[in-house]
Protein backbone atom coordinates (compact mmCIF):
# COMPACT_ATOMS: atom_id res chain seq x y z
CA UNK A 1 0.00 0.00 0.00
CA UNK A 2 2.62 2.33 0.58
CA UNK A 3 3.52 2.33 -3.46
CA UNK A 4 -0.37 3.53 -3.71
CA UNK A 5 0.13 5.64 -1.01
CA UNK A 6 2.68 7.62 -2.91
CA UNK A 7 0.87 7.74 -6.48
CA UNK A 8 -2.00 9.20 -4.43
CA UNK A 9 0.08 11.86 -2.64
CA UNK A 10 1.78 12.78 -6.07
CA UNK A 11 -1.19 12.65 -7.88
CA UNK A 12 -3.14 15.38 -5.17
CA UNK A 13 0.07 17.87 -5.50
CA UNK A 14 -1.08 17.98 -9.16
CA UNK A 15 -4.85 18.65 -9.17
CA UNK A 16 -5.89 22.25 -8.88
CA UNK A 17 -7.41 23.66 -6.22
CA UNK A 18 -10.59 26.11 -6.64
CA UNK A 19 -13.78 27.99 -4.73
CA UNK A 20 -16.48 25.93 -4.28
CA UNK A 21 -20.07 27.90 -4.42
CA UNK A 22 -20.72 27.95 -0.52
CA UNK A 23 -23.18 25.66 0.78
CA UNK A 24 -23.18 23.72 -2.96
CA UNK A 25 -22.68 19.61 -3.02
CA UNK A 26 -24.01 18.71 -6.44
CA UNK A 27 -20.91 16.66 -6.92
CA UNK A 28 -21.44 15.63 -3.68
CA UNK A 29 -23.19 11.70 -4.75
CA UNK A 30 -22.05 8.32 -4.28
CA UNK A 31 -18.79 7.80 -5.73
CA UNK A 32 -16.38 4.24 -5.34
CA UNK A 33 -12.65 5.22 -4.24
CA UNK A 34 -9.59 2.82 -4.20
CA UNK A 35 -9.48 0.64 -1.03
CA UNK A 36 -6.34 2.72 -0.26
CA UNK A 37 -8.52 5.99 -0.31
CA UNK A 38 -11.11 4.34 1.92
CA UNK A 39 -8.50 3.60 4.53
CA UNK A 40 -8.44 7.30 5.43
CA UNK A 41 -11.79 7.75 6.08
CA UNK A 42 -14.02 7.49 9.05
CA UNK A 43 -16.06 4.07 9.26
CA UNK A 44 -19.20 4.69 8.99
CA UNK A 45 -22.68 2.38 10.19
CA UNK A 46 -24.63 0.64 8.00
CA UNK A 47 -28.13 3.02 8.86
CA UNK A 48 -25.36 5.95 7.45
CA UNK A 49 -24.52 4.74 4.00
CA UNK A 50 -28.62 3.65 3.64
CA UNK A 51 -29.46 7.29 4.62
CA UNK A 52 -26.89 8.29 1.99
CA UNK A 53 -27.95 6.12 -0.58
CA UNK A 54 -31.32 7.82 0.06
CA UNK A 55 -30.37 11.23 -1.16
CA UNK A 56 -27.77 9.92 -3.26
CA UNK A 57 -24.98 11.57 -1.21
CA UNK A 58 -22.09 10.67 -0.29
CA UNK A 59 -21.82 9.17 2.83
CA UNK A 60 -19.67 12.24 3.94
CA UNK A 61 -21.71 14.71 3.31
CA UNK A 62 -22.38 16.73 6.34
CA UNK A 63 -24.51 19.90 6.74
CA UNK A 64 -21.89 22.02 6.17
CA UNK A 65 -20.46 19.83 3.72
CA UNK A 66 -17.40 17.06 2.84
CA UNK A 67 -16.63 16.56 6.72
CA UNK A 68 -13.76 14.21 4.91
CA UNK A 69 -12.17 17.60 3.21
CA UNK A 70 -8.78 17.10 3.65
CA UNK A 71 -8.58 13.47 2.50
CA UNK A 72 -11.63 13.60 -0.17
CA UNK A 73 -10.77 10.80 -2.76
CA UNK A 74 -8.74 11.46 -5.91
CA UNK A 75 -12.52 11.56 -8.09
CA UNK A 76 -13.75 14.20 -5.46
CA UNK A 77 -10.40 16.22 -6.17
CA UNK A 78 -11.38 15.97 -10.20
CA UNK A 79 -15.21 17.52 -10.14
CA UNK A 80 -14.72 20.82 -11.44
CA UNK A 81 -10.80 20.49 -12.56
CA UNK A 82 -11.43 19.26 -16.15
CA UNK A 83 -14.03 19.58 -19.19
CA UNK A 84 -15.26 16.09 -18.53
CA UNK A 85 -16.13 16.56 -15.09
CA UNK A 86 -17.50 20.36 -14.71
CA UNK A 87 -18.55 22.26 -11.78
CA UNK A 88 -22.76 22.57 -12.41
CA UNK A 89 -22.16 25.93 -11.21
CA UNK A 90 -19.48 27.16 -13.65
CA UNK A 91 -16.46 27.47 -10.97
CA UNK A 92 -13.47 26.27 -12.31
CA UNK A 93 -9.71 27.00 -11.11
CA UNK A 94 -7.32 29.12 -13.49
CA UNK A 95 -5.75 26.46 -15.09
CA UNK A 96 -7.31 22.82 -15.64
CA UNK A 97 -5.72 20.16 -14.65
CA UNK A 98 -3.16 18.99 -17.66
CA UNK A 99 -4.31 15.97 -19.48
CA UNK A 100 -1.12 13.68 -18.24
CA UNK A 101 -2.25 14.03 -14.89
CA UNK A 102 -6.01 13.50 -15.47
CA UNK A 103 -5.07 10.22 -17.43
CA UNK A 104 -2.49 9.17 -14.73
CA UNK A 105 -5.49 9.34 -12.04
CA UNK A 106 -8.33 7.76 -14.59
CA UNK A 107 -5.73 4.90 -14.73
CA UNK A 108 -4.98 4.82 -11.26
CA UNK A 109 -8.37 4.64 -10.61
CA UNK A 110 -9.63 1.72 -13.41
CA UNK A 111 -6.24 -0.08 -11.85
CA UNK A 112 -6.83 -0.27 -8.54
CA UNK A 113 -9.55 -1.88 -6.28
CA UNK A 114 -12.96 0.52 -5.92
CA UNK A 115 -15.36 0.18 -2.93
CA UNK A 116 -18.58 2.54 -2.71
CA UNK A 117 -17.58 5.52 -0.32
Same mark, same amino acid.
Given at each position: ???NR?? +? @???? !?? +?? =??? #??? *????? #? *??? $??? /???? /?????? =??? !??? @? @??? %????? %??????? $???? !??PL +????? *? =????????? *???? !??????? =????? %???? @?? $?????V
Open positions: MDANI +I @ARLR !ER +IP =TFE #CVE *GCHDC #C *GPV $TTS /SEEM /SRLPVK =TDA !EHE @A @AWE %HLNCV %HLGPNGC $TVYD !ER +ICRLF *G =TTPRMPCPN *GRRP !EVMIDTK =TEKQI %HHYI @AN $TRQVL
